[in-house]
């Protein structure tokens, strides 16, 4: 079968089952969304695109776009960014603070909130001007220049972000964060105010399954070892604690958003992305995880 008809047959097959998750309320600007959109986008690093569905209208990519900051980030201070964030998965919610007072505001990883965080504020110690700088960085990426923040989705974070500002409040207790806390918080709500179609965000993400290449015009943005180490942690922690049930069934790298956004990537051949905005327990989106174990399943692709 070939992958626009077997994304055609899944999306069918998916689309008419029920959907057993819920869309995420505690962002209230998130609740206004049609919860039934679905979409699947798969590009191929030789530049093919299929889509199913509502693969081609933008969602807020959230969480996604943390992968985005620590690329940047790894290539502003290298090796350097190990000593303020580990790479362990966290096996707790993305915004738990349990373990960051008893790992003395060490993140355990840059995809949970508060190794994102820290993220952040290495950017801001970097960039002159870390939201434009960064807003630039993902057009590069994506080679698309209408990429851009959603405001009101930074004014609906900032007004009920009160466990994000526990995280920074406490990571500056253990003097984890150099920079003002009101200017780490708004840096991190753009970024996960960025919205792309399924179709951008497999674009987007083509780089780390080529290798660290723009796949439009051949620029290196990340060395090979680089890219490794970045798939490496979208496998381990790129879906909350829900990585190892996406290893066992889809068996690729891939990161997740409470927009129900669920990006995965096949290194040398392939991304795809879903969206639909009812998420599981876990916050992963439910179809959009079935979708992802089904098409690794009949195409027998995965990295395993
Ligand atoms: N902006 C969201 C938050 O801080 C991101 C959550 C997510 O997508 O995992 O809660």
Not at 65 to 75: D, E, G, H, Q, R
Request: aromatic share 10%.
């Amino acid at each position: 079968m070939n992958h626009q008809e077997l994304l055609d047959s899944l999306y069918q097959k998916i689309k008419n089952k029920p959907d057993k998750g819920k869309v995420a309320k505690y962002i209230p600007e998130l609740k206004k969304i049609n919860p039934d959109k679905f979409g699947v986008n798969l590009f191929t690093t030789t530049c093919k695109s299929y889509g199913a569905g509502d693969y081609q209208e933008r969602f807020s990519i959230q969480s996604i776009a943390k992968v985005l900051s620590l690329t940047l980030a790894i290539n502003l201070v290298g090796k350097k960014i190990w000593n303020r964030v580990g790479v362990e998965p966290s096996g707790d919610p993305f915004n738990s603070l349990v373990q960051l007072e008893f790992e003395k505001g060490i993140p355990r990883n840059p995809m949970i909130n508060s190794g994102a965080l820290v993220v952040c504020d290495i950017l801001i110690s970097k960039l002159k001007e870390p939201k434009k700088e960064f807003l630039a960085f993902v057009r590069k990426l994506a080679n698309n220049n209408t990429i851009a923040y959603n405001k009101k989705i930074v004014a609906s974070e900032k007004a009920f972000g009160f466990k994000n500002t526990a995280h920074v409040n406490l990571m500056k207790s253990f003097k984890n964060i150099k920079n003002e806390i009101d200017e780490v918080l708004d840096l991190y709500y753009h970024i996960c105010s960025i919205e792309m179609s399924c179709e951008e965000l497999s674009k987007t993400f083509l780089l780390y399954a080529n290798g660290g290449v723009l796949t439009h015009n051949n620029e290196r943005i990340l060395t090979v070892s680089r890219t490794k180490r970045i798939n490496a942690i979208m496998q381990l922690c790129g879906l909350y604690d829900e990585a190892g049930e996406f290893s066992f069934k889809v068996g690729l790298p891939g990161k997740s958003g409470v927009g129900g956004g669920i990006v995965a990537v096949h290194p040398g051949k392939y991304c795809i992305s879903v969206w639909s905005p009812k998420l599981n327990k876990k916050g992963n989106s439910y179809k959009g995880f079935q979708i992802l174990e089904q098409f690794t399943t009949e195409t027998e692709s995965s990295i395993f």
